[in-house]
């Protein structure tokens, strides 16, 4: 498992594109839902009518 882990003497590298590619699809998500709640303020301060 320490073998693995290691990957060969590049786990710095490999292990710190995992977590920014991990860490990039967090930031997207969260940003998409915040965006989401915004536009569904301005819905009701526009008074759409939709739910």
């Keep these: 498992m320490a073998e693995f882990l ?3 003497g590049h786990a710095v ?3 710190s594109c995992y977590g ?3 860490g990039g699809i967090v ?5 998409s839902f915040r965006q989401r709640a915004r536009a569904r303020q301005w819905q ?3 008074g759409d009518g939709q739910p």
């Design 6 to 8: 290691s990957m060969g």
């Design 20 to 22: 920014l590619t991990v």
């Design 44 to 46: 009701k301060m526009a």
């Design 27 to 31: 930031l997207l998500i969260w940003l």
């Design 13 to 15: 590298w490999v292990w």
